[in-house]
């Protein structure tokens, strides 16, 4: 080989090797950057007021905390949307910086001041950049960003609320109703922050794992049982509704006839006024709105049978404690079904109701009083329109 030859194979195997080197290094500085992590230590504190128990006081200092490192986070992950070119909103990078974090609590303490229990919280938060570019493309979707925005206002409300209890507590005697009402809504909350914390940490499974479109289906599926299961209570509460307060009834004194061929029975006959109940009418209005507007066929009908068998019942207090009763074999209800839920037919309607008893208990009546049930006890009256 000559000189010309031998200079060319070695500049040939020089570039070679500064080739393959600076690709190494490409490599080595793209999986760096894929790999990167940022450590955050934060510190919070939190006062535990009246009212408030100490696992509610835990819930808020460590999240105070995370807002913080949350804070530190966003500017970790907008550093990284703007290198990978990735377009993102503040909210956006707010939900992927959450997503990111892996808390860990590194000291808890409490400490008892002249103002109440203080705690306090370090934690140490590691953000991550491995899966943030497909945390980026998730988060685009529409559901997951709403989701988000929801549970970031619940945040904010409870958060706002909880404080304006707390500075009210302090206008008011401890003695006071109202303090006791104030005492009541913080307990609320506190089940209400534990709620959120629960639809977070789904919230963030979900977007970490990319089971977007399976949730969706499972929350459709809940949202559909949510409903059936609401229109079976508002048609049972209806039905209760009628059956306890949906009428005014008014029982007048009685007729007494007695036969000597009745062998010691006398008939009694009432005068009975019936009136459906205005009020309960607006109830049945809201709750079928809180149903959705319909009944399913399934949960109409078996309203309907429920309705077609609720009876009026004449019922007579004895001195003993004991009852005399008869059921109407007639409907006499003012509520009737109308092929969409149930309507309220106006007016009084007035009846002549007897009920047949030996003479000895009519000595025995303390009062009267009538009332619709879903039963037929006892035998059945006798009913004519009172006109």
């Not at 005697?173 to 506190?190: F, G, K, M, N």
């Not at 059956?243 to 007494?256: C, D, K, L, N, T």
């Not at 205005?278 to 709105?289: G, Y």
């Not at 079904?337 to 309220?344: H, I, Q």
Request: contains cysteine; neutral net charge; aromatic residues 6%.
């Amino acid at each position: 080989m000559n000189f010309r030859a031998m200079l060319t194979s070695q500049i040939d195997s020089s570039r070679a090797t500064a080739y393959w080197a600076c690709l190494l290094f490409l490599l080595y500085s793209v999986v760096s950057v894929q790999a990167h992590a940022e450590t955050i230590i934060t510190e919070a504190t939190y006062l535990m007021g009246d009212s408030e128990t100490p696992t509610f006081a835990e819930a808020v200092v460590l999240r105070k905390a995370k807002q913080t490192a949350l804070r530190e986070a966003a500017s970790h992950v907008e550093r990284f949307a703007k290198t990978g070119n990735l377009d993102l909103t503040g909210e956006e990078v707010q939900a992927i910086a959450g997503g990111s974090l892996q808390v860990e609590i590194l000291e808890r303490k409490r400490k008892l001041e002249a103002d109440g229990l203080r705690f306090f919280v370090k934690i140490k938060a590691l953000v991550t950049t491995d899966k943030m570019e497909a945390l980026a493309s998730r988060i685009k979707v529409k559901s997951l960003m709403q989701e988000y925005k929801k549970l970031q206002g619940d945040y904010e409300s409870l958060t706002t609320e909880v404080d304006t209890l707390k500075e009210s507590l302090g206008t008011h005697p401890p003695s006071a109703p109202e303090r006791e009402a104030v005492q009541d809504r913080l307990r609320e909350q506190e089940k209400a922050l534990t709620n959120i914390q629960k639809r977070e940490s789904t919230f963030y499974a979900r977007l970490l794992t990319g089971k977007d479109l399976h949730a969706k289906v499972e929350q459709q599926l809940a949202d559909e049982r949510d409903r059936a299961q609401k229109k079976k209570l508002s048609a049972s509460m209806v039905f209760e509704e009628i059956a306890q307060r949906g009428h005014e009834i008014i029982v007048g004194e009685p007729e007494v006839k007695a036969r000597l061929e009745d062998k010691g029975q006398a008939d009694l006959y009432f005068p009975v006024s019936i009136t459906g109940n205005a009020a309960i009418r607006s109830r049945i209005k809201e709750a079928l709105a809180s149903a959705g507007g319909e009944l399913n066929n399934a949960t109409y009908r078996k309203f309907e049978q429920r309705l077609e068998n609720l009876w009026f019942v004449l019922e007579l207090l004895l001195k003993n404690g004991g009852t005399r009763v008869c059921y109407v074999p007639r409907h006499l209800t003012k509520f009737q079904p109308d092929g969409e839920f149930v309507s309220m037919e106006e007016g009084q309607s007035k009846w002549r109701i007897r009920m047949t008893v030996p003479i000895p208990i009519i000595k025995e009546i303390v009062s009267v009083r009538g009332r619709f049930m879903e039963e037929m006890p006892g035998s059945a009256c006798g009913v004519a329109r009172n006109e």
